[in-house]
C-alpha cells in the first residue's frame, strides 16, 4: 500500500500542473521539501525530506503542519581521561521534526514574502538502521512523549507560483527548548501545489 501511494504521487503532481491557472486557488496547499538543519550543540548538519500540508484560515493567513525527517549523520564521539583516550563511539544520530502554525502572506502576487510562527516537537534518536522509508515511518510510530522536546520556530520566506505549481524557501530559527533554549538554523526549499 505505501508503495502505491508513493507510486501515484508522480502521476496527481502531473495532472494537477495540467490543471488551467484560471482553476488555481489558495485555499490549500500540499507540499513536499528538502531540509537543512544545524544542530547548534554538536555544530552537526543535517539534511532531510519533508512534507507540509496548509489550509487557508482568513485571507493572508494559512494554517500549516508539516513534518521532516533528517538522514542520520554520523559522527564520532570520545572520552578521554587525563588525557588517555578511553572510548571512541560512532553515533547514529537521526531527527524527527513536527511543527504547526500559522503563515501571514504578505502579498498576494505570483511571488510574495511571507512569515511563520509554529510550534511543535523535535525527536532526536540514535538509529544504526539504514535511512529508508520504512525506518522513517517506523521512528513516527514509536514516538512517546517523553522522548519529544518542545520547539518553537520563527522564520520567514518567499514563494512563488505559476497557476496551481510552485516553489518556496524557508528560513528560520528552530529553538528547541531542553535545560534552556538552543538556536538551530533551518533551511526548507520545495514545491507545492495549490487548491
Known sequence: MKRGLLLLLPCIL?????????F?????????????FHLSQTKTNFAGVGARFGFQAYKSVMLE???S???NQVFTESFSSG??????????????????GPKVELGHQSFHP?????GGFNHFFLD???????????????????????????????????????????????????????????????PYIRF
Request: proline letters at 4%; glycine letters at 12%; hydrophobic letters at 40%.
Open 69 to 71: 525527517y533528517d538522514f
Open 24 to 36: 488555481a486557488q489558495d485555499h490549500v496547499q500540499a507540499g513536499v521539501y528538502a531540509d537543512y
Open 65 to 67: 503542519a508539516e513534518m
Open 114 to 118: 511571507f512569515l511563520t510562527v509554529k
Open 83 to 100: 588525557g588517555t583516550i578511553v572510548a571512541v563511539q560512532r553515533t547514529n544520530t537521526r531527527v524527527l521534526h513536527g511543527l504547526f
Open 128 to 190: 544504526n538502521r539504514p535511512a529508508t522509508v520504512g525506518t522513517a515511518i517506523s521512528s513516527i510510530e514509536s514516538l512517546r512523549s517523553n522522548d519529544l522536546t518542545g520547539v518553537l520556530y520563527p522564520g520567514g520566506g518567499l514563494e512563488g507560483h505559476v497557476g496551481p505549481v510552485g516553489l518556496r524557501l524557508d528560513v528560520g530559527d528552530e529553538i528547541y527548548f531542553a535545560s534552556g533554549a538552543h538556536h538551530n538554523l533551518r533551511v526548507a526549499f520545495g
Open 14 to 22: 502531473c495532472i494537477v500542473s495540467l490543471v488551467p491557472a484560471s
